[in-house]
């Protein structure tokens, strides 16, 4: 395994006033250099099954992809949490779940203050696009076409746990990838929304997540646009994008 410094570009959204004074949204990029050793990708949810079939298919297309952005990743030196949320039981005993129950203990800090605005899609029905009603826990283990490295990951669905553990192998940056983004990147307990209120710095891998949304709901746009959507949303206002193209180093 070699380690070297990744260098990738963040996206965020401002509010700022056009050249007549009127208020507008305006796409800001940056750059950031971090040693891959520290940097630290979580997968949040992307589990074997769900109970709506669009989520389901759409994590099924996702996965592939997202592997090799993992191995690349972790080749790099970057270190891997998977996050596969309700399904801790599977994975008992096994070292990756040992190494993070291993970390030493930790104070958590207080939350910092953080507005919280709405969502700018309508979620509310459950989000599926195939027509299913939430009504039952389909998944039991992390997608099978992600790879776990028992050698090098970590395994947990707590926030603290991850917390801990991060920050006792120093990691500076966070990036998560995964689904969904309206529910359960934003929401989990090492989801954004946490860790912003942490105070760790965490980006989301854009192009790898995807939102519950229903296009009969408001604001009645394509599932697409509807993540779309809660992407700019929050670039604008909890933390900036990446693309995971900046993530892939050669092998």
């Known amino acids: 395994m070699s380690t070297r410094e990744l260098t990738l570009n963040l996206r965020k959204r401002e509010l700022r006033n056009d050249a007549g004074g009127h208020a507008c949204w305006a796409t800001v990029e940056s750059s950031i250099t971090v040693p891959a050793a520290k940097i630290a990708i979580t997968v949040c949810d992307m589990w074997d099954d769900h109970w709506s079939r669009g989520a389901a298919e759409r994590v099924a297309e996702m996965a592939p992809r997202m592997d090799q952005v993992l191995a690349h990743a972790r080749s790099a030196g970057v270190q891997i949490v998977h996050a596969p949320s309700d399904t801790m039981e599977h994975y008992d005993g096994t070292p990756a779940r040992a190494r993070v129950l291993a970390a030493p203990p930790l104070s958590l800090p207080e939350d910092l203050e953080h507005a919280d605005p709405p ?49 006792h192998l120093a990691c500076r940056q966070i990036f998560i990838m995964g689904v969904h983004t309206n529910m359960c990147v934003l929401h989990r307990s090492f989801g954004i929304k946490q ?57």
């Open 119 to 167: 969502l700018p899609i309508d979620d509310s029905d459950g989000g599926s696009d195939t027509g299913e009603k939430p009504s039952h826990r389909a998944w039991r283990t992390q997608h099978p076409l992600l790879s776990i490295d028992q050698q090098r990951d970590g395994i947990s669905d707590d926030g603290a746990e991850v917390y801990r553990y991060l920050r």
């Open 195 to 251: 860790m912003v209120r942490w105070g760790m710095d965490i980006a989301l891998v854009r192009d790898l997540t995807d939102t519950m949304y229903n296009p009969a709901s408001s604001p009645y746009v394509s599932h697409e646009e509807g993540t779309r959507l809660v992407v700019e949303f929050i670039e604008a206002f909890w933390c900036p994008t990446v693309h995971s193209a900046g993530l892939c180093c050669p092998l």
